[in-house]
């Protein structure tokens, strides 16, 4: 059975610090796809960024970066320089191939303060 | 403008008193899914649906029901519903189900949340 956890519930930083939130997952699977959502306080679910498990290349976008490692079966984020923006809950998740299911992590709220 | 819709945004019923939640998606996908989020919990599976008529369930199915007969549409039915149902629902569809190499993110609709006094 596929499992997501985000082991850290709430993270406050100030703004222009870095964070990392963690997740952690568990698979039988060789083939597995990870996603990032992003859900600020207005509600809505913002699609981040989706890994297959043959990719572990480590992605950068804008401020946002993700380090995949499969020896520890982590799938983290960073952002850096963080904005009072970035404030939201975070979702890690992951579906395993030929899966049709998505399974999400606890989700971790980033709180950025000025 | 592609989206996923869902109705109603909020509602607050008594247990007992059936309700539906409708979705639908003006994108033609195929995957359509259901999901319920609760504190501490993130967001949990209830049904998905791999095309009309074909529906199956997630992690959490117990006390709902869907239905799938037109593609664009995929109502949560609550026959009986009970006050651990009080919850966040998400509706979701892509072209393609997540565990494919279909690049294609699932589209979120904006969420209803659902008291169940």
């Known amino acids: 059975a596929q499992k997501v956890t985000q082991a850290q519930t709430e993270i406050s930083v100030v703004e222009k610090e870095d964070v990392t939130l963690d997740c952690v997952y568990e698979?039988?699977?060789?083939?597995?796809?990870l996603f990032w959502y992003k859900q600020p306080p207005s509600g809505e679910l913002v699609f981040l960024i989706r890994r297959n498990s043959f990719d572990e290349q480590n992605e950068i976008s804008g401020r946002y970066s993700w380090n995949f490692q499969k020896s520890t079966s982590s799938f983290n984020f960073t952002i850096t320089a963080s904005q009072v923006v970035d404030s939201a809950v975070y979702f890690c998740?992951?579906?395993?191939?030929?899966?049709?299911?998505?399974?999400f992590g606890g989700g971790t709220r980033v709180l950025v303060k000025p | 403008e592609a989206q996923v819709t869902q109705n109603p945004r909020y509602l607050i019923t008594v247990t007992g008193k059936k309700l539906t939640v409708t979705c639908s998606q003006n994108m033609n996908h195929e995957y359509m899914s259901w999901y319920r989020q609760d504190p501490g919990l993130g967001l949990r599976q209830i049904y998905y649906s791999m095309n009309v008529e074909v529906t199956d369930k997630g992690d959490v199915p117990e006390g709902y029901k869907v239905s799938r007969k037109e593609k664009r549409n995929f109502p949560l039915i609550l026959e009986s519903p009970s006050p651990n149902q009080t919850s966040l629902y998400f509706c979701?569809?892509?072209?393609?189900?997540?565990?494919?190499?279909?690049?294609?993110?699932?589209?979120f609709g904006d969420g209803t949340r659902l008291s169940i006094l």
């Open positions: 979701a569809s892509s072209a393609l189900p997540p565990g494919t190499t279909s690049n294609q993110p699932q589209h």
């Open positions: 698979t039988r699977d060789t083939t597995y796809y």
């Open positions: 998740a992951l579906s395993e191939g030929a899966g049709n299911k998505l399974t």
